[in-house]
């Protein structure tokens, strides 16, 4: 019997429990009825829209996700490395271009200036034509029966000589001489021995200043050891007129002194002045 009523007081205090908890979570919930009961629609209504919440959520966090990994993706993708690495890509491209102009434009000047050189070369090539028309056109008409006299009056320093050696002091060896080397004064006038046009003017070191005359036919007269020279190339001389005077003899005459390099040539072989000296 006192177990019964152990029993039925646990049980009242059980259900005096459960309908407080209950009173409270609906005291939760606010309603306008003045009467102050809960709607339980209402109540069911807002658990459902939490659910339907909570629902959509957990059917975006995966979406979420998703597009997290997608922007991960494209970020690695298209990130910021990729990015420097197209820049680079595209300076370099530019760089070959930049250096592939360059070199077409180098290539174009030195083309110009190929060309500009072979221009010249050809119109070079057309004076000296001109010129060399001009000197077997001149007024010299030198033969093998034309007599000379010597260019100035001295003394023959050292003959003539192809057919064997004579022996050179200065250089104090025996060879050939293709001229006569005449020895004069410094300052000594030098005259022309046939009418003819001047072909050069030029300093040679054997000979000093060095004046070569076309006169006609293939003969050629030159002049050597010269200074004070009264022409230019392309003047026709005649013959017997000054064509310089005697300058300080080069290194390879001093012991023969001072003296007249003078030469003869046919079709520019030496030929011996001698043979054409008037007797």
Same mark, same amino acid.
């Given at each position: 019997m006192k177990k019964k009523k152990i029993m039925a007081a646990i049980t009242l205090l059980g259900t005096a429990a459960v309908t407080m908890t209950g009173a409270y979570a609906l005291g939760c919930f606010t309603t306008d009825d003045s009467s102050g009961y809960i709607d339980l629609s209402q109540v069911q209504e807002e658990q459902a829209k939490t659910e339907t919440q909570q629902k959509e959520t957990e059917e975006e966090q995966p979406v979420a996700v998703n597009n997290s990994k997608n922007v991960k993706n494209t970020t690695e993708e298209f990130g910021m490395d990729n990015v420097m690495d197209a820049t680079?890509?595209?300076? *370099?491209?530019?760089?070959?271009?930049?250096?592939?102009k360059e070199e077409t434009t180098k290539e174009s000047e030195i083309a110009k200036e190929e060309t500009k050189k072979e221009d010249t070369k050809d119109e070079d090539e057309t004076q000296s034509v001109v010129a060399s028309e001009t000197v077997s056109k001149g007024s010299g008409n030198f033969t093998a029966d034309s007599k000379i006299t010597l260019p100035v009056q001295?003394? !023959?320093a050292i003959d003539y000589s192809m057919d064997s050696t004579t @022996? %050179?002091?200065t250089l104090d060896q025996y060879k050939y001489n293709p001229a006569m080397v005449i020895?004069?004064?410094? =300052?000594?006038? !030098? !005259?022309t021995v046939a009418t003819g046009t001047v072909i050069s003017i030029s300093q040679e070191p054997e000979t000093g200043m060095t004046v070569t005359m076309d006169i006609g036919n =293939? @003969? *050629?007269?030159? @002049?050597? #050891?010269?200074? #004070? !020279? /009264?022409c230019t190339e392309g003047k026709t001389i005649n013959q017997g007129e000054v064509l310089g005077r005697i300058g300080q003899t080069s290194r390879y005459y001093s012991k023969? =002194? /001072? /003296?007249?390099? %003078? #030469?003869m040539t046919k079709d520019d072989v030496p030929v011996d002045p001698k043979d054409y000296l008037e007797e």
């Open positions: 680079d890509e595209y300076i *370099k491209e530019q760089a070959k271009e930049e250096t592939a001295g003394t !023959v @022996y %050179f002091a020895g004069c004064e410094e =300052g000594t006038e !030098v !005259v =293939g @003969y *050629k007269a030159i @002049y050597g #050891q010269l200074s #004070q !020279v /009264n023969e =002194g /001072n /003296n007249l390099y %003078f #030469q």
